[in-house]
């Protein structure tokens, strides 16, 4: 293999993610590669600056008050969920969702479809009209 | 293998508090120094934190097991924090009068008062310049020591594309390192 071929398969190397053979190439490689064995070493710098930066801490009551938050935020969007009829609750939720997108036309589309974010924001604009339906219907 | 944290987020969607803060606890510092370096804002990391954990609160009881927890919840990170970047990036596209050294992050091109955060200064800027994907790829495999496979799981692309991102992403920062 060619040094630009060794190159390129460095940074998988260093993570462990090339399988035996490949591996024992580029070892013996750059066993006589100066080169190539810099290359290694100043990704590994980089590696090494990236780790070495200084971690930030949370403020002290940061557990509680995100438990309390998420308990208090889900039990609201449960209650939601119960006043309305769900047949009415998707027509707004896409109807929100194509509003949304007009907006949005750079989102990724590769994260949007998640499961775990359904609730992400098309769906939570959904519940804004829920939310503004609930006040002028008297709750 | 059994996935540690699986019963964990299990008993959070059964409604199980405790369950749920040892899943906090567990994740919370991890999830802020995550955010914080690839939002590039460490003042807002801590509420995207927040918002992440209580998405992940609102999604346990429709959790797959199939995903791993800890992509699981690297993916909602990545989400949130992408989402709160294209927001701010939006804003400020839209009022460009707005002082930019005011809202700190990666778009910032001020230079560090301080002497001894220059190099991590200069690490930030470099690492912001890089396009998100492949910040988060190297963020991932060098913080959190996440596999090639897990990588792809939590930026729904392939592994080959995840080597193809760290190769990419370490070049990027040597090239950088280089020249100072
Ligand atoms: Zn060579």
Redesign the pocket.
């Given at each position: 293999m060619k040094?630009s071929q060794?190159r390129r398969k460095l940074s998988a190397f260093m993570d462990g993610e090339l399988d035996g053979g490949t591996s024992r190439l580029i070892e013996k490689?750059i066993d006589t590669?100066p080169?190539?064995r810099e290359y290694l070493h100043e990704f590994r710098e980089v590696d090494d600056l990236v780790h070495g930066l200084p971690k930030i801490e949370l403020s002290l009551d940061f557990t509680s008050r995100v438990v309390s938050e998420a308990v208090k935020t889900s039990n609201i969007a449960s209650r939601k969920t119960v006043t309305f009829g769900s047949s009415l609750r998707i027509l707004l939720a896409r109807l929100s969702d194509a509003v949304f997108n007009l907006f949005e036309p750079g989102a990724p589309p590769s994260t949007r479809t998640l499961d775990e974010l359904g609730d992400c924001p098309p769906l939570s604009m959904g519940y804004i009209y829920f939310k503004i339906l609930d006040q002028s219907n008297g709750g | 293998m059994v996935d540690p944290d699986l019963e964990l987020v299990d008993a959070t969607g059964r409604g199980d508090q405790e369950a749920f803060e040892a899943l906090v606890v567990k994740y919370q510092g991890p999830l802020l120094n995550f955010i914080a370096r690839y939002t590039g804002d460490r003042f807002i990391a801590e509420d995207i934190t927040q918002e992440v954990f209580i998405r992940i609160y609102r999604a346990a009881p429709r959790f797959q097991p199939r995903t791993k927890v800890s992509t699981w919840v690297f993916s909602i990170a990545c989400n949130q924090a992408l989402t709160e970047m294209d927001r701010r990036r939006r804003r400020r596209s839209l009022c460009e009068a707005v002082s930019r050294s005011r809202d700190g992050g990666y778009d910032e091109t001020g230079v560090s008062p301080a002497e001894r955060f220059e190099l991590e200064e200069e690490i930030m800027s470099a690492l912001g310049r890089l396009p998100d994907n492949q910040r988060a790829a190297l963020l991932l495999r060098v913080n959190e020591e996440l596999s090639y496979r897990e990588i792809a799981d939590v930026l729904g692309m392939t592994i080959e594309s995840v080597e193809s991102l760290l190769f990419r992403a370490r070049t990027t920062l040597k090239r950088h390192l280089d020249r100072k």
């Open positions: 040094c060794i490689h590669c080169g190539c | -």
